[in-house]
C-alpha cells in the first residue's frame, strides 16, 4: 500500500512539473510540447542532470555533436517527423532541404508587417513576454528569476539609456522559424558578439542557472529606428545553437521586414529594449506576461504602436 501511495505521488509530481509551461494564443491557453523534454528534464530539472550534464553543455561538447549531426544528409531523415510531431508552420517555404540545418534556418516569402509606421510588427516567430518601466537593474528573466543589464550588455552606463522603458521578450524554440526581420525603417550603428555558454533557455534551465542570459553566448546591435528610437536589440544563443548569422554589416541603412539575422540549429531568444516613451506594447501581452504566461506570435505580427 505504501508503495503505491509512493509511485501515485510521484506520478503526480511528474504530471505537476510537465504542466509548468503554459502558452497563450488567441484566448486559448495550451501547453508547451517541449522539444527534446526529456532531455531537457534531465539536464535541468533532476539531481543526476544538475550535478553532471549542465558541464557538458556549458562545455558545448553537445551543441558541436549535434551541429555536427545537422549538417550530414543522415539528418534529413528527422525533418517529416519533425514537423509532424511539432506541427511546424511550412507555409512560405521551398520544403526542400539537403540536411537539417538547411530546414532549420529556412527562409520564408510570405513575411508581411503591418502597413502602419507606428506598429510593432514582431521580428520573428516565437513565445513573447512584455516587461515596462523597466530597472536596469532588476529585469525578469522568469519568475522568481532576475538579471542585470548591464551585465547582459558589459556597459552599466548604456543600460541606464533604458530604465522605465519596455523589455519585449520572445523565446524561439527549435520548432519556430528561426530568422529575425526589421521591425522598422533604420541604421545599424554597431553590432558586437560577446562568447559565452550555451545553456537552454527554456524556462526549465532559466530558474536552474542563475543569471543564464549575461552567460550565454549573445549579439548585441544598436538600432536606430525610425519610429520607436533608439533600439537595443540582443539575440542570445542556447543550447544546439553553433552561431548567429547577421546579414548586415555596422553603418547599413536597413528597411522594415528586411532580413536580419538567422540562428543555426537550437532554441534562441530575442530580447529588445525600448527607451521610455518610445513603444507602447498591446495591453493583452501585457496583461498576460503579467499573469505569467508567454504569448504565441508570428513574425509580423502587431505588437504594440510607437509613441509619438
Not at 532576475?146 to 520548432?175: H, V
Not at 533604420?186 to 550555451?198: E, F, H, K
Request: contains cysteine; positive net charge.
Amino acid at each position: 500500500m505504501k508503495l503505491k501511495l509512493k509511485l501515485r505521488l510521484r506520478r503526480n509530481k511528474k504530471a505537476k512539473a510537465k504542466q509548468e509551461i503554459w502558452i497563450y494564443k488567441d484566448g486559448e491557453y495550451e501547453q508547451e510540447n517541449v522539444v527534446a523534454e526529456r532531455l531537457m528534464r534531465l539536464i535541468y530539472d533532476t539531481p543526476v542532470g544538475g550535478a553532471t550534464l549542465p558541464f557538458l553543455v556549458k562545455r558545448k561538447a553537445l551543441s558541436r555533436l549535434y551541429g555536427i549531426y545537422c549538417r550530414t544528409r543522415h539528418s534529413a531523415r528527422k525533418i517529416p517527423k519533425f514537423i509532424t510531431k511539432y506541427q511546424v508552420d511550412m507555409t512560405g517555404t521551398s520544403g526542400d532541404y539537403k540536411n537539417f540545418a538547411e530546414f532549420f534556418s529556412r527562409e520564408r516569402d510570405d513575411v508581411i508587417f503591418p502597413e502602419q509606421a507606428d506598429v510593432l510588427g514582431s521580428p520573428c516567430d516565437g513565445l513573447a513576454s512584455v516587461y515596462t518601466d523597466i530597472d536596469p537593474a532588476m529585469l525578469i528573466a522568469a519568475k522568481g528569476c532576475t538579471f542585470s543589464l548591464g551585465e547582459l550588455l558589459r556597459d552599466d552606463d548604456l543600460a541606464q539609456l533604458y530604465r522605465g522603458g519596455t523589455m519585449l521578450r520572445i523565446r524561439l524554440t527549435p520548432a519556430h522559424y528561426h530568422r529575425m526581420h526589421f521591425f522598422d525603417d533604420g541604421t545599424i550603428t554597431d553590432s558586437r558578439l560577446i562568447r559565452g555558454d550555451l545553456y537552454s533557455v527554456s524556462p526549465l534551465a532559466i530558474k536552474r542557472i542563475v543569471r543564464l542570459y549575461c552567460r550565454n553566448k549573445r549579439a548585441l546591435i544598436t538600432f536606430e529606428s525610425a519610429n520607436f528610437g533608439k533600439v537595443m536589440l540582443v539575440e542570445v544563443g542556447a543550447t544546439f545553437v553553433g552561431s548567429i548569422v547577421h546579414c548586415f554589416e555596422n553603418g547599413d541603412t536597413v528597411s522594415r521586414a528586411q532580413m536580419a539575422s538567422y540562428f543555426l540549429p537550437g532554441g534562441s531568444l530575442l530580447l529588445a529594449f525600448f527607451r521610455q516613451d518610445t513603444f507602447a506594447p498591446d495591453p493583452n501581452l501585457v496583461a498576460q506576461t503579467a499573469q505569467g504566461y508567454e504569448t504565441r506570435v508570428m513574425v509580423g505580427e502587431a505588437l504594440g504602436t510607437g509613441r509619438q
